[in-house]
């Protein structure tokens, strides 16, 4: 299957993600991540996204659509993959068109996670991620077990995240319209328990 998630920051795509490729046992891309170990790795390419990231805004298209051009052409995504944070922009939805028709494949289905502004800030303010295995947690609803390291990513501050938000009802919310019209759209009601949004998100590909 050829999946995309989209919804705002700290909707629970990385959470539903995680869950949903065990299932469907495709690749999970996420943009956000790749971005976040070249950060780390400080190559050229996590020099330039290190700052656009930490104040919340978007990295240039270009960069971001050759990154996931070359990988979804990796044998682990001949068979299908769930992309993660990606398209983020009108113009990146087009690109992967392209890449798409030119591979001689099609998308399955477009989820969109619903999640209302005023629920955002508290899933990300708890937000805690394991550098170790990347698992997610928040403090009160899935607080780490004991002993296991986690950090608060750094572009969790408060201004980022309306930073994000901004960003996110402007330049990505355009792409909904463009996977409706192509009849590729499922929403989710992202509040509620992480278990019944997997529930929801199964449900919503007839599985
Ligand atoms: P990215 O990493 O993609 O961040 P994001 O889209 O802002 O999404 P988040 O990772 O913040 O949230 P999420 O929806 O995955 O929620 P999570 O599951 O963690 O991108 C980061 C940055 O990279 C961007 O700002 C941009 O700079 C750059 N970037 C990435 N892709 C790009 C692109 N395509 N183009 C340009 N730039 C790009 O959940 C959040 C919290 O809520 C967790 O604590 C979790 O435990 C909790 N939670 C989850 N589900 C539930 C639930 N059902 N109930 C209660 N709590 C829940």
Redesign the pocket.
């Known amino acids: 299957m050829r999946l995309i998630l989209v919804?705002?920051?700290?909707?629970?795509?990385?959470?539903?993600?995680k869950r949903l490729v065990e299932h469907l046992g495709v690749p999970h891309i996420?943009?956000?991540?790749m971005?976040?170990a070249a950060v780390k790795a400080g190559t050229e390419l996590g020099k330039k996204?290190d700052e656009?990231?930490k104040s919340?805004?978007?990295?240039?298209?270009d960069i971001?659509i050759g990154m996931v051009r070359e990988r979804i052409v990796e044998p682990d995504a001949q068979k299908g993959f769930m992309l993660?944070?990606?398209?983020?922009?009108r113009p990146?939805a087009e690109a992967l068109d392209t890449a798409l028709q030119a591979a001689d494949v099609a998308l399955d289905a477009v989820i969109l996670?619903d999640v209302a502004d005023e629920a955002i800030e508290k899933?990300?303010t708890?937000?805690?991620c394991a550098p170790a295995d990347g698992t997610?947690?928040?403090v009160e609803?899935?607080p780490p077990p004991p002993g296991v390291e986690v950090i608060i990513?750094a572009?969790?501050r408060p201004e980022a995240v309306k930073e994000?938000l901004t960003?996110?009802h402007r330049d990505t919310k355009p792409i909904i319209p463009f996977y409706e019209s192509k009849g590729l759209l499922k929403r989710v009601d992202?509040?509620?328990?992480?278990d019944?949004?997997t529930k929801r998100m199964l449900a919503a590909l007839g599985i």
């Open positions: 919804g705002p920051p700290g909707a629970g795509k990385g959470t539903q993600a996420s943009t956000g991540d971005l976040r996204a656009l990231m919340g805004q978007l990295v240039p298209d971001v993660d944070g990606f398209p983020r922009t990146q996670i899933r990300i708890g937000r805690r997610i947690y928040h609803y899935d990513r572009d969790d994000r960003k996110y992202g509040l509620a328990s992480p019944d949004v």
